[in-house]
């Protein structure tokens, strides 16, 4: 194994000439590394092809630069600053809250406002499967623990008083299971519940740490032992120990006639767009109002979720709980390491900062749109970026389905053995499970992607995503053609005027993640006479939300079907940062069929084939198209990703989804193996034969259709179809016809209709 | 009695998975022949010809294998040279096996194919030693 030795990321996907962009390295070992802005062209290494192509540009970065390890705070928790130490519990206080506890046994902290090192303050915390309340002064520390452990994924109303005038201090934990709230319902005989209660012989020391859920300081600095796995749900301190009767009310969600030091309510600030916010709001009075860190699961069901409402936006009461993940991460916050100022003549295009030290370089990409409001071409590329995100550093080499799914027995490299060993320091992809099996439901820009480099190759044996949408970039530059780069990012913020520049727009060759507003864009564009290139599959899929205030950031809930890695749980299919509903696109009356023809239909990830024309393919009306391609050529029997144009994912004509009744079916993949297999989302009952060999849906369909004002939409429907782009020196039938359509969809004047 | 202690409890699909695994294994042993040896070894994709339907379902067996002690083709250099490893789960490097190297994909592949059957027990050179379990 040769580790990687040092990594970095951008603050953000696309930057227009002018601007600039913070980079942030981390090396394994101090000292000077070099960093150089290249433009790239193409990566991938398979010898079949064209192979590397980049240059390097001058820009304000070449130098050298002293690098280090950075440290990266992992874990999610939420941090309240106590400055006048009104929760340092000085006296008889108590403290309340709902806990559902999804690895209980490892040692994990629940509430604290605690020094570990020096052992000063309180906290109580998870040990051994039991609930553990500790009082410190530095050496003289009190530890009182429960008797009984925990059941995972079981709500508990948990208490802890201490009488200082009395000298004793109690926790309990009672189970609160309703039909739906927790793993088992109220049919198992559960005698979980305890009661302990001490002698108090310590106080807690005031220390000069914030008060932490979900983890406790580690020092006096900013570190936080953020181990915690699952859910908390209203949190509460009182100024005044509790009586028995007190400890029975707030297990039924009543408080007791006590005054409150704080009680946070999780829920407060849903609206109708979701919770976008860090923000946990004090209800208790004094506005000691606490802050996420690393993005716990928000708008998830609490302790009282009786599974009537599926929508936490029409019952916010029930939905007061935050999910925390000891390996959930937001942004590595590593310092910036330098500023690249964008050079304001820098054509639009696809970038990376390469950085090298001691034979280790790392290239970190990033998308250099036209000037804002302005197109400097007739062709626009549009860069996928939410779907790099949502498969940014996937974990496949641990997922045994993962294996099966691809159909081949996998390799790798040291890049996926750097994410495997060090997974929690990179992040997950919405591919992944935290490690206590919960699905990863957001994924961010600001932490380094390895699978996002320009040679990486997937685990899946094919180049995947931003490599392979190289194939299309390189194409593009071998046959001259003039085209501007824009993103994803760009296409959200600023909608159908952004398309509307350009005569033809292209998708690279996996756009599955989209928002609302993004098809919006699309459907806007196409029907006012704008011509979309679909070169792709499994595109327009999955429900994706950026977050509102920090676009670095997307979440996606898969669920109810589709392609899944995992699935929401019940009642926790909304996204928290919009409102909105996640899931499939397909199941919100939007299938990919309406704009594009096709939709997702079938993956076989190991075997690629080509296509084979149908009756439309010799209409006269679209003879232009099918020039210099003979009437029973196979179209993309050859290419780089598994040796066809029809590979990986696939989509396919379906008139009861939305396909235009007017679309011209002009090819069709065939031959497909027995590995490759109908999506779920196309099974209804499961029977044998849904395989390439035997169902005729397993295929991938070349379309094209007229749409208003001389617009039009071209799709090929594979995600292999830019891999044979650069077949035989880049003259072949896959570059032919994508060549004919591109050539046609840039001229100025509207397109004949085709109805 | 009421339950008062989740350590007592544990997953007993894990039961079902010993007795399923060694019937599956009793079946998938007597499909691995020489001759689905040389199967696989030709083309270990099945790209050129379809694998045949007992291939099929000795492959997937392997690929669907727990993860931990998983044998798997290491690309020391992309194209040029590969070696064998095995996985050891999420947080723990993967051991690289010394040894023999492999100057293409297709040929680290075929070592993997039999490297995962003699893990599996079900190696043809009647050193099946190792047991298959979930």
Known sequence: ???????????????????????????????????????????????????????????????????????????????????????????????????????????????????????????????????????????????????????????????????????????????????????????????????????????????????????????????????????????????????????????????????????????????RDGIASDDVIDIGGHGLHGRCVNLPDRAMTGWNWDGREEHFVHCPEQYGALWFHADALEDCRWPVAFTLEVPKRLPSGVYAVEIEKGGHIDQIPFFVTPPRGTATAKVAVLIPTFSYLAYANTQVLQNVPGQAVMGILTSLDDRDLELNVNWREYGLSTYDLHSDGRGCQYSSWRRPILNMRPNYRHEFGAVWQFPADLHLIDWLTARGTAFDVITDHDLHAEGAALLARYNAVVTCSHPEYYSGAMLDAWEQYLAQGGRGMYLAANGFYWVTSQHPHKPWLIEVRKGESGDQAWRARPGELFHSTTGERGGLWRHRGRAPQKIWGTGYTAHGLEISTGYVQMPDARDPRIAWMMKGIAPDAVIGDFGLVNGGAAGLEMDRIDYALGTPPHTLLIACSHGHSANAMLVPEEQYFAHPGMDGTQDPSVRADIVYFTTAQGGAVFSTSSMAWCGSLAHNGYDNNVARLTGNVLDRFARNGPLDEVC | MPLSDPRRYRDKTADWMRWFTAERKRRLAALVTPALIAEHAADPRGGDTPHSAALQEVLIALRSAPTVDKPFAYIEIPYRRYRLGRMQGRGRAPVILPGKAYDSERAAIHAVFLARLEWLGLGTDGKRQRGYSA
């Open chain 1, 1 to 271: 194994m040769n580790p990687i030795g040092l990594r970095g990321y951008c603050d953000r996907p696309n930057v227009a000439p002018g601007g600039t962009l913070d980079v942030h390295v981390s090396c394994d070992n101090p000292g000077r590394y070099s960093a150089r802005l290249v433009r790239l062209v193409n990566g991938d290494l398979n010898p079949a092809g064209p192979g590397p192509r980049q240059r390097t540009i001058k820009s304000n970065i070449d130098g050298h630069y002293t690098g280090r390890k950075q440290y990266t705070q992992v874990g999610s928790y939420v941090e309240v600053a106590d400055p006048k130490a009104l929760l340092a519990a000085r006296g008889s206080f108590a403290l309340h809250l709902f806990l559902w506890a999804t690895t209980p046994a490892p040692r994990q902290g629940i509430i604290s406002r605690w020094h570990d090192q020096d052992g000063r303050g309180w906290l109580l915390e998870l040990e051994d499967g039991k609930l553990c309340f500790v009082i410190g002064a530095g050496k003289k520390r009190q530890r009182i623990s429960a008797r009984l452990r925990l059941f995972p994924e079981t709500w508990y109303s948990v208490t802890v008083s201490v009488d200082a005038s009395r000298k004793r201090v109690a926790l309990t934990h009672t189970a609160v299971v309703n039909s739906t709230n927790s793993r088992c319902g109220p049919v198992v005989p559960l005698a979980s519940d305890g009661r302990v209660e001490a002698r108090l012989t310590a106080s807690p020391a005031v220390a000069d740490v914030p008060l932490v859920m979900a983890g406790f300081a580690s020092g006096e600095g900013t570190q936080v032992q953020a181990d915690f796995n699952g859910k908390l749900d209203a949190p509460k301190l009182f100024a005044g120990a509790l009586a028995s009767a007190d400890e029975a009310a707030l297990a039924q969600g009543l408080l007791p006639a006590l005054p409150r030091l704080a009680h946070w309510d999780f829920s407060a600030g849903i609206t």
